[in-house]
C-alpha cells in the first residue's frame, strides 16, 4: 500500500467517523487534548538506536511488551506498519507508522476506544550519541478519554529512555526490581 493509499484510507475513516458522530447523541462532544515533551540521550549512535523503536525489537528491551502485528511487509517496523497492544488505561489500541526515515526519525497514530495519541520521535546525533525526542500529542474521544488526557505526564518516556539506554550499554532489558509479598 502506498502512503497516499493509507493516507486517504485513514481519511476516509476519518470521514466515517465523523458522519457516525454527527448523526449519535454525543453530536456536541468536543475531545481535549494534551501535549508531553521529552528528551533523553543515550550513549549509542541513530543508525545503533532507530531500529529498536520498532513493535517486534521492543520485545528485547521494554519490560512486559506486548503487541500483534497486522501488517508490515518486512516484518518489523516500516511505513504503514500497523500493530495492536492492550492493556490499560485504554484497552486495545492500534498502532499506524504514519512516518519512518531511518535513522531520523519515526512517527505513530494510535488509536483506542477513548483516545487517539500521535507519538513523534526524532533522533538526533550528538558528539556522545544520539538524543532522542518524545512528542505526545493526545485527543480525547469520549469524556473518559478527556478524563485521561490531563493526566498525562512524561514518565513513561523517562522510563522508556532508561530501559533504551540500559539495553544499548548492556544487551539486557532492564528489569524492574522485585517487590517483597506480604
Not at 28 to 51: I, M, N, S
Request: hydrophobic content about 40%; charged content about 25%; aromatic content about 8%.
Amino acid at each position: 500500500m502506498k502512503r497516499m493509499q493509507f493516507l486517504a484510507a485513514l481519511g476516509q475513516i476519518g470521514v466515517a467517523g465523523a458522519a457516525a458522530m454527527a448523526e449519535s447523541p454525543a453530536a456536541g462532544f468536543r475531545g481535549r487534548r494534551a501535549k508531553t515533551d521529552y528528551t533523553h540521550e543515550v550513549e549509542a549512535p541513530p543508525e545503533a538506536v532507530f531500529p529498536l523503536l520498532c513493535p517486534v525489537r521492543e520485545y528485547e528491551w521494554v519490560e512486559g511488551w506486548t503487541c500483534e502485528m497486522v501488517f508490515s511487509e518486512s516484518g518489523v517496523a516500516e511505513e504503514n506498519c500497523v500493530f495492536r497492544t492492550g492493556g490499560a488505561p485504554h484497552g486495545v489500541a492500534t498502532w499506524c507508522v504514519t512516518r519512518y526515515e531511518l535513522p531520523a526519525k519515526i512517527e505513530f497514530v494510535v488509536v483506542a476506544a477513548d483516545m487517539v495519541m500521535r507519538l513523534s520521535i526524532t533522533l538526533e546525533r550528538t558528539a556522545a550519541g544520539t538524543k532522542l525526542h518524545w512528542v505526545r500529542l493526545f485527543t480525547g474521544l469520549t469524556d473518559e478519554g478527556n478524563a485521561h488526557a490531563g493526566d498525562r505526564t512524561v514518565e513513561r518516556d523517562r522510563a522508556l529512555g532508561e530501559q533504551l539506554n540500559y539495553f544499548l550499554k548492556t544487551g539486557k532489558m532492564l528489569r524492574a526490581a522485585p517487590t517483597s509479598g506480604g
